[in-house]
């Protein structure tokens, strides 16, 4: 498969990391286990897609999945990517909310990835891809729900699709008892983020973490990436994805289309293969941050 050029005439670099967690702590999650089957074996699949194309992957399952794990992992590669390179970034496992307490989120919910020892929130995140330099590709697959974005409607089952599995949804009951017993910490969490970024109420950074193909407010959070971003989210704001015994399955639908390399096409091609494959109470999402043009027209996983 063709390379592209780094900026300084040799070959690009490329970094992965690979998150995968079939539970989480319970003295995290207020004695929630969050167990899950399939989510170590969609860290370990996408795994061996990026070594199959020449990156170099971390992959972070169950109790190595913690909060700082991922975010020295992050800013390790952060530090070591310039213009050209390429970072591949999943996470398969629950998603949750916490209240927003900094009022950049109109839903007044900020989304999260279900860490094995506490959530990373939608901010960090948002704040740990702006770091990355001007020209560095990242793409981020996420394996999971984030509901109430944009409506605040609960994940639904549509007429005529009936979808068996686990959600990878945190109960509302279990978002509501985590905050509260941990509330200083993720209170404190959104604010120093928010000082750090300096962007308390200039932007929304849930388009990240969530489901939004379009939003008005993408234009001004675009402003704040240097790095371009595609992201392919696993369902959309008001649905759930869902858990398996091999794979996810949106993961699972990942690995059919690129049928173990032989896909041919760009990254929206890629997207809409993977949504025609599953049904219409799980829709992935495609969306992008920064300069992405030529970024989208490659083939996925192209170093």
């Known amino acids: 498969m063709a390379k592209t ?44 897609i990026a070594k199959s194309q020449g990156m170099k992957p971390t992959v972070l399952l169950t109790k190595q ?45 900020d989304e999260t990835w279900c860490l094995f020892d ?15 330099g001007a020209g560095v590709r990242i793409l981020v697959l996420s394996d999971s729900c984030h509901s109430g974005t944009v409506t605040r409607a609960r994940p639904r089952t549509p007429a005529g699709a009936a ?26 969490l959104q604010r120093e983020v928010a000082k750090a970024a300096g962007k308390a109420s200039s932007a929304d950074p849930d388009t990240v973490l969530a489901q939004l193909a379009v939003s008005p407010r993408l234009t001004a959070i675009a402003k704040k990436f240097k790095a371009s971003v595609v992201l392919i989210s696993g369902c959309q704001d008001n649905q759930t994805s869902l858990d398996g015994e091999q794979n996810g399955a949106f993961t699972e639908q990942v690995l059919n289309v690129w049928n173990h390399g032989k896909y ?35 083939q996925p996983f192209t170093v």
């Not at 050029?5 to 970094?15: E, H, P, Q, R, V």
């Not at 506490?118 to 990355?132: K, T, W």
């Not at 949804?169 to 404190?188: G, L, S």
Request: hydrophobic content about 40%; charged content about 20%.
């Open 5 to 48: 050029t780094a900026s300084s005439g040799g070959k690009s670099k490329a970094l992965s990391l690979h998150i995968g967690l079939n539970a989480v702590s319970p003295a995290a999650y207020g004695g929630w286990s969050g167990d899950l089957a399939a989510c170590e074996f969609d860290a370990k699949d996408m795994a061996a």
């Open 264 to 298: 041919r096409g760009n990254y929206a091609a890629f997207h809409a293969q993977v949504r025609a494959g599953l049904p219409s109470s799980q829709s992935p999402n495609l969306f992008t941050l920064g300069a992405v043009a030529r970024f989208l027209k490659q």
């Open 118 to 132: 506490g959530q990373l929130i939608d901010d960090e995140l948002y704040f740990e891809l702006s770091r990355f």
């Open 163 to 188: 979808p068996s599995g686990r959600s990878k949804m945190m109960p509302p009951a279990v978002a509501i008892r985590t905050y509260r017993e941990h509330q200083q910490f993720y209170d404190r």
């Open 65 to 109: 999945g913690t909060r700082a794990n991922m975010l020295a992992a992050l800013r390790k590669a952060a530090k070591q990517l310039k213009k050209g390179d390429f970072l591949f970034l999943t996470y398969s496992g629950h998603g949750g909310q916490v209240p927003d307490v900094t009022g950049d989120e109109t839903d007044k919910q």
